[in-house]
């Protein structure tokens, strides 16, 4: 059987030097992570918020008929607020629980008076002629005071948002046109929470058609993302 050769070991091991890394590279790796990392965020960011964005560029910007806007658009836009509001029980609820509808609101005390009453057979009237696109859109009535709602108002309510709010609270959310009452406007509050128009004061049949064109152009331009309840 042929014998193997004996090791050298005369010779020298063999050894290979690595360059340790230095502290700058490091730092300069971290930060290359780092910003890819943000890069990353924000790209997930503008992909889920572009629809939205899309649709109010659509409407305020692209579409000619947006520059004839019957309602004035409230800038900057403001969340609902976190404040707890009551039903005509009492129980208590959150109001931005109404987030996630297009929401057409009216204020006013609990008394309704004739401006009250016109804003919400109007506030019924258009939410009625939407059609199939009603379901997008809720009516809410805001009572800002504990007074006891008739049995007519509440007939005429049938359907609709109905909850009592301090008014002390809600002014820090909506605001009347200057020289106006909060119960002199219809307000308007997209599904994510936001009021973003004001209608004119003294609604009448041609300026509640108006109103109507404006909602109905909104949710065209949301279309691609708003869907019917919440």
Known sequence: MPSHPAPDNSQPLGLTVYDMPQPVDVAQAHGNRTW????????????????????YVTYYWIRPEARRSFGELIEPQRDIPAFTATDLQGKAEPLNGLKGQWLLISVSPAA???????????????????????????????????????????NAITGAWTLRVDPTELSQWLMPQSGHALSDHLYLVDPMGRWMMRFPAGLGAE?????????????RAASSWDLPGR
């Open 36 to 55: 890819a990392g943000r890069w990353r965020m924000l790209a997930l960011l503008l992909v889920c918020a572009s629809p939205v964005v899309a649709s």
């Open 207 to 219: 300026q509640a058609l108006k109103l109507k064109r404006d909602l109905e152009r909104l949710l």
């Open 112 to 154: 309704c008076d004739a401006t009250c009453e016109k804003n919400l057979y109007f506030q019924r009237q258009i939410h009625a002629g939407l059609g199939k696109e009603r379901d997008k859109v809720d009516r809410v009535w805001l009572i800002t005071d504990e007074g006891e709602v008739s049995a007519d108002v509440r």
